[in-house]
C-alpha cells in the first residue's frame, strides 16, 4: 500500500495532465485510486491561510475492519509544517491486542500476531501520542 500511496501522491503533485494520468494507470486505474487521487489537495489549498500550520496526519493499522470486534495495532502519524512532511516530527507505536489479525489484513499490513503481541498497551500508546 506504501507504493501505491506514493504513486496518487506523485500523481496529484504532477502539473502536466498526460503525466498524472500515466501515474494513475501505473497505479491500475482503479476508480478508487483516481478517486483518492482528486480527492488529494492540490497546491493551491496547500498554500492556502493554514500553510503556516503545523498539521499532524494520523493512520491506523487495525486487525481487520469489522469494529465491534476488530482492534487497533498500530498508530503512526507525521507532521506537515508549511505544507510539507518534518521528517523529525513524526510517531509509530505498535498496540498490542488479544484479537488476532485476520489473513486479508496482514497482507495489507504485515503485523503478524508475534509483532503484535510485542506491542504496547493502547493507553500508553494514545498517552505518547499525545
Known sequence: MYGLDRIIFAARRVKRAWVRRKLIAQAGGDPVIEAQSAAWPGRERLNGPWASQRLVVFDTETTGLDPRKDHAVSLGAVS???????????????????????????????????????????????????
Open 80 to 130: 506537515l509544517i508549511g505544507g510539507r512532511i518534518a521528517l523529525g516530527d513524526t510517531f509509530d507505536r505498535l498496540i498490542a491486542a488479544d484479537a488476532k489479525p485476520s489473513r486479508h489484513s496482514i497482507v495489507v499490513h504485515g503485523l503478524t500476531p508475534p509483532k503484535i503481541a510485542d506491542g504496547c498497551e493502547p493507553s500508553d500508546v494514545v498517552s505518547d501520542f499525545l
